[in-house]
């Protein structure tokens, strides 16, 4: 990764020893005071082993760094989402790429850089023209995708990312995206109402999605991930027990998955804002 540009945090470095242990603690000492974990940047997992944040030596700009295999069906379509005519299309609210190249020429693994992004939901939104912002975004990049043929199948909250500029513009901790331990982060310097011309949220992981040739060539798809709700999935087997196997429209299942996502989030989590998204 270094020989392509990019600088990982000292955590990764063949060199690396631990903070606790610069400050005199083993590893003993700190796994009997869990509640500690947090407090040492480089003592926390990320979720993902083929996800992580890197610099980029070029201009130190903090990005995202996903390993694909070469093999990988989504890698295609992000390609095709790359294409500068794509790319630049305002209706496109797939994160953008920044760049796709192989890891070296003996490894065959394709490495994505994206943009640093987080979760869309943190912090709270406030207001209803924050919602109405947020959705009008979704639809807009739903359509886009359908548009082209594409259908994502795995519409969720966690394939949603926020750009974090205009809320925090010195910038976040990356460990605020790549994990789930709670990690010590500045608050936002703005609120969503105070930005919202650069406010921008994006759809991510097309690992589950289809793509298709044209409208006419469009076909059903049985569920492979993703949502299970669906109704229109789900089917009576032989021995009359529901199963996830009837062959149904991907392009309408996001839509439905898109709604849902909405009225979970708006209707019943976002307390300030339910009144306004009755179940």
């Known amino acids: 990764l270094h020989d392509l540009g990019y600088i990982l945090r000292g955590r990764y470095s063949p060199d690396w020893v631990p903070t606790w242990v610069k400050q005199g603690f083993d590893d003993a000492w700190l796994e009997e005071r869990d509640f500690l974990w947090g407090a040492y940047d480089d003592g926390i997992a990320i979720e993902h082993a083929t996800t992580m944040d890197a610099t980029r030596a070029s201009d130190g700009l903090v990005c995202a760094i996903q390993m694909k295999p070469p093999e ?98 010195e910038g976040i901790n990356p460990l605020a995206t790549f994990s789930r331990v709670p990690v010590p982060e500045k608050k936002p310097k703005y609120d969503r109402v105070d930005v919202y011309p650069q406010m921008k949220y994006w759809i991510i992981d097309f690992g589950l999605s289809s793509v298709f040739p044209s409208k006419a060539e469009r076909q ?60």
């Open 72 to 169: 990988a069906e989504s890698l295609p379509i992000i390609r095709f989402l790359m294409r500068p005519e794509i790319a630049n299309d305002p209706r496109n609210h797939a994160c953008p790429v920044l760049a796709e190249v192989p890891l070296d020429e003996w490894t065959p693994a394709r490495v994505v850089v994206y943009p640093l992004a987080r979760d869309w939901r943190l912090p709270p939104m406030r207001l209803i023209a924050d919602a109405l912002q947020f959705c009008d975004q979704l639809l807009e990049g739903i359509a886009f995708l359908h548009e082209h043929n594409i259908a994502h199948r795995d519409i969720a909250a966690r394939n949603i990312m926020m750009e974090p500029s205009a809320l925090f513009p």
């Open 220 to 279: 059903f798809v049985t569920w492979e991930g993703g949502p299970r709700d669906m109704p229109e999935c789900w089917q009576l087997d032989t021995k009359g027990e529901k199963q996830p196997t009837r062959p149904y429209d991907a392009f309408q299942a996001d839509v439905w998955s898109l709604g849902k996502l909405f009225d979970r989030y708006f209707a019943s989590v976002c307390a300030i804002l339910s009144c306004y998204f009755p179940c």
